[in-house]
């Protein structure tokens, strides 16, 4: 585990791709799950085979296909806490092997071709928060058992063919909130025992085959705002008066329900912005008493209402649709029914009245251009004696449904031609951008179908919903998105009616930049597939219906499509990286074991001539290619560790005992004589009791290698992530930090030239056999820029963006500007890792932003990892400090390494004398065999490792090997 610096030098020679980092994993996925998922995949079809699910591997260290899982502490396993399949036209059935996924609690097949019934067991994952089936063709009908499931909040099967009655059991599901139902073939009675769900929101549960009456207790439910009921037949029920009580209803949309009875007074519902209860055989008179000021839509089209229109839908300000048309309504038209509508080019009010016996017109009517009136069918256009009517009388134009298109939507917003941005990166210019009149930029796409708006026509709220969307999406932490960077592209009203848009997401406007990164993309598109995304009263629920990632960020991994999209090349990256800095630290630990001394018959050449180029440098030896033959047993098979594409690397002891590791390129892969050297040369002025040594290399006979120091304590990722880890108090901790820390201010400013390392992560800092953290990996470093001496321009190097993700300075990422900050930004983040115990990006949660959130809503210490046991609060909060401030987005505030040194140092003084001592360090220690954590099942651990040592190394073995090789005894 020593020698992750090696492959890292590596790194630079033989370009790997940016994604070979995170080489290590958690502990194995329950053998129980395990076999859950491949008997879920036995029953699905996958035709255009975008499950990568290798049965021979580990589904959650391996990555399998929209698989999240997440490692339990208490019994050392990683459960699968998400299945996220959407839109990967799967067909096939659900196995009932689901049902063994305990710990589940997303479970998504959402716009698949699924058939088949739902099987009873998934009743029996308790976890489950969200059930996600919509968009299938799953038939049969809803088992009981579904209402055993006491934390679902989402449970969402629209558009299915699914039958049978709504089990009654499901009045059990205390905590949903969401029942989109609607589009399947339900039928019965609405169970009157839903009244006790005082979680619910919306219910959705149009067009269904749903009879029997509606029930009155429903009005109990607490927290109801959209009862969408639409296309069911109801034959002979009433409209319950107490549906009058709900009073924090937004929606009531009860169309074509054979629904008869008055129109119950619903003058206690102050907030009702949408109502529809058109299509039903309704009775008796409209009363509009103190209806909402904001209500948007009144639809009470084809009943037999009669009376006078009131007068009072002149007190409705946001009116977008009034349709009383094909009932039994006289009197007159009133003609004031706009008077208090603020019409700006986006309003658009609907009104129509055909079709009843409204007889004349109330005062003088000036219909303003805005507004559409239809009186066809009514005496009214027969009287000659009103003037300027045959305009409203004439024929319906037939499109009943919202006349909204895209084109009236893509108004002219900027000045700059399309054609000016280029085509060939998916580039668009920013529509909306203020005051700039061309910036050419990548979008990201999202495509959403509001599900049951509260609004007729979008254009008005256009604005309202552009900023309601950028507010609560951060591209980066803590930082919502400028209206700007929205840009909605096309909206088309569906049946329902429900309306699917399509969302542009630009990056912010900025000189160097025009695309996001890749952390950016994947931030925004997990606050849509997590339903983060706060209700809206105007909007309503959401459904997701797909992502468009093209151009630049066609590789990006992204949450609910997992690696559908990954490149083949960063695929095998990742795995070449995995396979080789695995078999690298394997060799440390193999050695650290069986350290046998072996009694070597080699002898030491010393620095002959052979090599090319012999050079002088301090402390580096120029070892002979015999030197290494004989540490390695003539590269023999049995010593070597590792392979890929670049060469092979073989564990090897030399002469004096020293144990090392030795990369040996192998042909095609070398790099010229010349980028070697520099390479070596610049390592080899490196010396520092806080950074990795270079211990030699060998450059003769066609080979190059290179030779590393031995750290038997690994890295700081494999101590935070262990799967039993020993308890790790906060004085090492900062011990690590401030150490770490130390290597880095001297590679900022005391080498000469000074070095910026680019890829700072708890994979590279490694640890001694004291538990001293030395920094390693100096393979893509670039020797830092001289400073402007008069300090105006910030001084920085360009050049493509390399490091980890997670771990990248996002101004860098945005800017391509590297600077000494970049490198305290990664650290920043390894300080939180230090703190939290969370990885830098895990579930598609940013550490950064995690942390921020806790911060802000006063639980910083909640975030703590529970692994630190006691600590000193005053400290704690020191160093959360600092490592925020260094994981600042701004460059400008993140403090300078020497004042990260300072206030490390700061802290570590205020601590008392046993928490600064290295006694704790012995726990964690390998090679204090005796010590370790009195709960972990030694013997299987044991066992484990016997079968790595001997068995069939291949890759995937070592990775996973790795965790319980380096677990204490
Ligand atoms: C699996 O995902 C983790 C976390 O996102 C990553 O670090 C690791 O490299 C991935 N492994 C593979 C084999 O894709
Ligand atoms: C972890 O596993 C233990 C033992 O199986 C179980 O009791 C506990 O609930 C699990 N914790 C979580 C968070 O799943
Ligand atoms: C349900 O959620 C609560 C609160 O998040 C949690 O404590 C509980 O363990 C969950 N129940 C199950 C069965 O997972």
């Known amino acids: 585990m020593a020698f992750s610096n090696t492959v890292c030098l590596l790194g630079l020679f033989l370009a790997l791709p940016l994604y070979w980092s995170s080489p290590f994993a958690y502990g194995d996925t329950d053998p129980l799950e395990v076999a859950a998922l491949l008997a879920v995949r036995n029953k699905l079809k996958d035709p255009y085979k975008y499950l990568k699910w290798n049965k021979k591997r580990d589904p959650c260290i391996t990555n399998w296909t929209g698989v999240i899982c997440y490692l339990n502490n208490t019994d050392g396993y990683m459960h699968v806490q998400e299945l996220r399949l959407l839109r990967l036209n799967l067909s096939g059935t659900l196995a009932p092997e689901l049902g063994q996924l305990t710990y589940m609690k997303r479970l998504d097949f959402l716009w698949n071709n699924i058939s088949g019934s739902i099987p009873k067991e998934i009743g029996h994952i308790t976890a489950l928060e969200l059930l996600l089936l919509s968009g299938n063709q799953i038939s049969g009908s809803l088992p009981d058992e579904l209402g055993y499931l006491p934390n679902l909040t989402k449970f969402q099967l629209d558009l299915n063919f699914i039958s049978g009655p709504i089990p009654t059991s499901f009045a059990n599901l205390v905590k949903v909130q969401h029942f989109h139902m609607n589009n399947n073939r339900f039928s019965g009675q609405i169970p009157p025992e839903l009244s006790q769900l005082n979680a619910l929101k919306h219910v959705l549960l149009d067009n269904n085959n749903l009879s029997g009456y509606l029930p009155p207790e429903l009005a109990q439910m607490r927290s109801l705002t959209i009862l969408q009921l639409d296309n069911n037949n109801f034959a002979g029920s009433v409209i319950p008066n107490s549906y009058g009580n709900m009073t924090k209803l937004l929606k009531l949309s009860l169309r074509n329900c054979s629904l008869q009875g008055t129109i119950p007074d619903l003058s206690a519902i102050r907030g009702l912005l949408y109502l529809d209860l058109s299509m039903n055989q309704l009775t008796g008179s409209i009363s509009t008493n103190r209806l909402s000021e904001n209500t948007t839509t009144i639809i ?36 004031n029914i706009w008077q208090n509508i603020n019409f700006t080019s986006d309003t658009n009010v609907d009104i129509n009245f055909e079709n009843n016996f409204l007889s004349d017109i109330l005062g003088i009517l000036e219909v303003p251009q805005n507004v559409t009136l239809r009186l066809q069918g009514n005496p009214v256009c027969t009287n000659a004696s009103q003037r300027n009517i045959t305009l409203l009388c004439g024929p319906d134009n037939g499109n009943d449904e919202s006349e909204e298109t895209l084109d009236n939507l893509n108004k002219p917003v900027s000045t700059c031609p399309p054609q000016a941005c280029p085509t060939k990166n998916h580039f668009r210019y920013v529509p909306t951008l203020p005051n700039t009149s061309c910036f050419c930029a990548a979008p990201f796409g999202v495509g959403l179908r ?18 309601f969307i950028t507010k609560n999406v951060n591209a980066t932490p803590n930082t919502p998105l400028d209206k700007y960077q929205l840009y909605v592209d096309s909206i088309e009203w569906e049946k329902g009616p429900r309306l699917r848009m399509f969302l542009l997401f630009f ?7 025009n ?15 997590a339903f983060t995304i706060p209700g809206s009263d105007i909007f309503g629920p959401y459904d997701l219906l797909n992502f468009t990632a093209e151009g630049p960020y066609s590789n990006v991994i992204l949450p609910s499509l997992s690696s559908a999209g990954l490149s083949k090349g960063a695929l095998a990256g990742i795995v070449l990286g995995s396979i080789f800095c695995a078999s690298v630290i394997l060799l440390g630990i193999l050695l650290f074991i069986r350290k ?49 594409g670049y060469g092979k690397v073989y564990k090897g002891t030399l002469a004096d005992g020293v144990v090392v590791a030795i990369k040996r390129a192998q042909q095609g892969s070398l790099q010229g004589d010349k980028e070697f050297y520099t390479e070596i040369e610049m390592l080899s002025r490196l010396h520092h009791r806080n950074l990795v040594a270079l211990v030699g290399y060998c450059d003769e006979k066609d080979e190059q290698m290179l030779v590393y120091e031995f750290m038997p304590n690994g890295s700081l990722h494999d101590l935070l992530s262990a799967r039993y880890r020993a308890p790790l108090g906060f004085g090492t901790r900062l011990h690590i930090a401030l150490n770490a820390s130390r290597g880095i201010l001297y590679l900022h400013t005391e080498a000469d030239p000074p070095i910026i390392h680019r890829d700072i992560k708890a994979n590279n800092i490694l640890l001694d056999s004291k538990m001293t953290a030395k920094v390693s990996d100096f393979g893509i470093s670039r020797l830092a820029p001289i400073s402007d001496p008069k300090g105006l321009t910030t001084a920085h190097i360009s050049t493509i963006v390399k490091g980890t993700p997670g771990y990248v300075d996002p101004e860098y990422f945005l ?22 115990g969370m990885q830098p990006i895990s579930h598609g949660r940013n550490i950064v932003r995690e942390v921020n959130t806790a911060h802000q809503s006063g639980m910083m210490f909640s975030i703590i990892d529970r692994n630190m046991g006691q600590y000193p609060s005053e400290g704690v909060k020191k160093f959360m ?5 260094c994981s600042s987005d701004e460059t400008k505030d993140r403090p300078l390494m020497l004042e990260v040194v300072r206030e490390l140092e700061n802290i570590s003084s205020m601590l008392p004398e046993s928490d600064n001592t290295s006694s704790e360090f012995v726990n964690v220690n390998l090679s204090s065999s005796g010590t370790s954590v009195a709960s972990a099942p030694s013997t299987s651990v044991y066992d484990r490792r016997s079968t790595y040592l001997t068995g069939d190394r291949s890759g995937d073995d070592l990775v996973s090997g790795v965790i319980h090789s380096i677990m204490p005894r």
């Open 596 to 644: 046998k001394h072996k009694s070597s018959q080699v002898e030491v050449v010393k620095n002959q001539s052979l090599t090319k180029f012999p050079m002088k440098m301090d402390g580096v030896k120029a070892f002979s290619f015999e030197d290494l033959q004989t540490a390695t047993n003539n590269f023999s098979t049995t010593t070597q560790i590792g392979q890929g």
């Open 815 to 836: 800017t391509n500007k590297l600077t000494e900050k970049s490198d305290v930004y990664s650290l920043g983040i390894v300080f939180l890792e230090l703190l939290t």
């Open 300 to 335: 009470l089209s084809g009943n037999q209402l009669n009376g006078s229109i009131p007068s009072n839908f002149s007190g409705l300000s946001h009116l977008q649709k009034l349709y009383l048309d094909n009932n039994w309504l006289s009197g007159s038209v009133p003609s």
């Open 507 to 513: 990056p912010r406007y900025s000189n160097d930049s």
């Open 515 to 529: 695309t996001f990164g890749e952390n950016e993309v994947q931030a925004i598109a997990s606050t849509f597939a």
């Open 450 to 467: 509001l599900r049951s708006p509260s609004i007729s026509s979008f254009l008005p709220y256009r604005d309202q919903f552009d900023m």
């Open 881 to 885: 400090a600092l490592a925020m401030r």
